[in-house]
Each structure stands twice: as C-alpha cells, then as structure tokens.
C-alpha cells in the first residue's frame, strides 16, 4: 500500500520525505523570510524582536535572548524555554523538533542539527531525507561552535566545551569536549 500521508506529515513523523514539496518549500521560505526580518533588527529594537521571535518559533519563554543572525529551516519545530542566550550565529535546522530547557546559554556559531539523509546512494540521490529531534535539558551550556547532531538528547546542568561535536546523549551533570564530545568529569568536580 502507498503511503497517502503528505510530504509534512512523514517529516513530522521522522519518516523519509522529499523536502522539495511544494508546501514544505513554501514553509522554509515564510521561516527565511521571518528569519531575515529578525536578523535586520538592531539591539534597540527589542519589542520587535520578540514579536518576530514569536511567529516564528514554535515556542520562546520569557526573557529569551538570541542574537543575530539567527537561521532555521522551518522554526515552528523550535521550543526555547525562559531566561535563554544564544550568541550570535545559531543555526538550528529544526526538520524534527528542537527542544531547549529553561536557562540554556548558548555560545557563537551553534549547529542544532536535526536532519539525515540515507546511506544508501540511490535514496540520497533521489534527495530522501530525514529527522530526528534534538532535545537540551535546563541550564544547558554549549560553548561557541557546538555542533549537536541529529537525535542527541543534552541532559540538564551539562556543559558541552566549544568546538565539540556531539554525536550521542550527554547526561545530566557533566562537562563534555572533543569530536566526538566525551565526557571528562561530573560538574560536581569543578
């Protein structure tokens, strides 16, 4: 039996989709245009920012603060709780959902990368993709140039050293480095 789920439905269900579909076309280029508007505010203009925030993320808790520019896919697979940071340059492909806790600082040039694509090469060159969701726990921080891959869960109070490529989950309650991020020591020990 054919799948009759449309191109949005298999994404949102983290099966493979073809991202060239009309209406998901249409969706990245509401969010780019958002995006674009939001990363052409100046620090003075505040109130604006938070209502571009607003449409376009699914998501942002109070006092949330994200530097431009900021890039998404889609963002309305964003949710960014209360009292966040992110540094200038996050890029956030949110194909899956992107859940960020309450607190979370995030440095410089942070990857959130949520898409994958097909070993197989005739899959990939059909342009098949996928997603799996990224989920950061409170009071996370991921110092500049964190590169958090697809399906990666980051436990509360850990801390990801810059520079790092977190390939799989982190816990809670540690300090993570490296490519790929290991863990080198409970925050406990600092």
């Not at 070993?119 to 726990?137: C, H, L, M, Q």
Request: hydrophobic share 45%; proline share 6%.
């Amino acid at each position: 039996m054919d799948d009759t789920r449309t191109m949005r439905e298999r994404m949102l269900a983290g099966d493979l989709y073809l991202a060239d579909d009309p209406e998901l076309v249409e969706a990245t280029r509401a969010a780019q245009d958002l995006a674009a508007a939001y990363n052409a505010t100046t620090s003075r203009q505040e109130p604006l920012r938070r209502l571009i925030l607003e449409q376009l993320l699914g998501a942002v808790g109070e006092d949330t603060d994200l530097r431009p520019p900021v890039q998404v896919d889609y963002g309305t697979n964003i949710r960014i709780g209360a009292r966040c940071f992110a540094n200038f340059g996050l890029l956030a492909l949110d194909v899956a959902a992107i859940t960020i806790g309450d607190d979370v600082q995030i440095g410089p040039n942070v990857q959130l990368l949520t898409p994958t694509h097909p070993v197989e090469p005739e899959a990939r060159r059909a342009k098949w993709e996928a997603a799996r969701p990224i989920t950061i726990g409170d009071n996370v921080w991921l110092g500049g140039g964190v590169i958090v891959c697809p399906g990666v869960r980051i436990g509360e109070n850990t801390v990801v050293g810059a520079g790092s490529v977190v390939t799989r989950d982190l816990p809670a309650n540690v300090v993570a480095v490296g490519n790929p991020a290991r863990v080198i020591r409970s925050v406990a020990e600092a």
